[in-house]
Nanobody, 126 residues
Framework: QVELVESGGGSVQAGGSLRLSCVVS????????MGWFRQAPGKEREGVAR????????WYRDSVKGRFTISQDNANNTVYLQMNSLKPEDTATYYC???????????????????WGQGIQVTVSS
């Protein structure tokens, strides 16, 4: 059984920062590939950041590049998403994802075949 538990969300004003954490437990296929997604009300879930600690490094969607940073603490089985210079359009429920298989670490694959956390709310006010 794989469990992902997010924490660190909340409400901030525009320009502020938050750090999301995701603790992963259980037997995932790969701890070297993790991702963060978000879903705003009335919108589809979208990939935010992905970390491949073996080969391809990090990926970020264009709208968060330079503001968000994904990182991993293997000793504590935790993945982080540091979010700086937050904007109202970053408001969403954020989810971390761990792959169900050992295939390529692509955000598209994570979107389709992952274990998911329960989600955590991030609200940015203007």
């Amino acid at each position: 059984q794989v469990e992902l538990v997010e924490s660190g969300g909340g409400s901030v004003q525009a320009g502020g920062s938050l750090r999301l954490s995701c603790v992963v437990s259980g037997n995932t296929k790969s701890r070297n590939c993790m991702g963060w997604f978000r879903q705003a009300p009335g919108k589809e879930r979208e990939g935010v950041a992905r970390l491949d600690s073996i080969s391809t490094g990090t990926w970020y969607r264009d709208s968060v590049k330079g503001r968000f940073t994904i990182s991993q603490d293997n000793a504590n089985n935790t993945v982080y998403l540091q979010m700086n210079s937050l904007k109202p359009e970053d408001t969403a429920t954020y989810y971390c994802a761990a792959p169900r298989d050992g295939g390529p670490c692509l955000i598209e694959r994570l979107a389709q075949n992952s274990f998911w956390g329960q989600g955590i709310q991030v609200t940015v006010s203007s």
